[in-house]
């Protein structure tokens, strides 16, 4: 069985996977901003102008995971920050997208709960 299936298979989370190892530390980022839980930083291979990723702290593989165990403060921190760093990367006002890949299907490479935060340019119907 290949990592992706066994992860979300048993739902274990892999304190080693990248995101945990940009958290802490031990894998440098372009920092958008941070707080005590939450870090927006730049996605090493960029699909359009402006491409941020986001991540809780909190070791959750996804989407679900992460609103379904975290405090609601927790959550609700999380998708509050978005605000202040699109106006931050200056996209707020012409818009831009946001994804996020779940599981196999979905796409997602890192089994760490993060969304996409895309923009700086118009966007087609499929990217991500
Ligand atoms: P996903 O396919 O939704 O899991 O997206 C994972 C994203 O992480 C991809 O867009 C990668 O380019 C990005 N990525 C992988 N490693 C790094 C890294 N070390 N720093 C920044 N972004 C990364």
Redesign the pocket.
């Known amino acids: 069985m290949n990592w992706k299936k066994k992860f979300y298979k048993e739902n274990v989370y892999d304190n080693n996977n990248?995101f945990a190892q940009?958290i802490n530390g031990k894998?440098p980022?372009k920092k958008i901003y941070e707080d005590k839980d939450v870090l927006f930083?730049?996605?090493?291979?960029p699909?359009t102008k402006v491409?941020v990723?986001g991540i809780p702290k909190a070791p959750c593989i996804n989407l679900l995971e992460f609103v379904s165990t975290c405090d609601e403060s927790v959550v609700a921190n999380f998708f509050q920050k978005i605000d202040l760093v699109v106006e931050k990367l200056g996209i707020k006002e012409d818009g831009y997208r946001i994804?996020?890949?779940t599981g196999i299907n979905?796409?997602?490479?890192?089994p760490h709960f993060?969304i996409?935060i895309l923009g700086g340019e118009k966007i087609g119907a499929k990217i991500?």
């Open positions: 990248i940009i894998i980022c930083f730049e996605d090493i291979n699909v491409h990723l994804i996020t890949n979905g796409g997602q490479e890192v993060h996409h991500k």
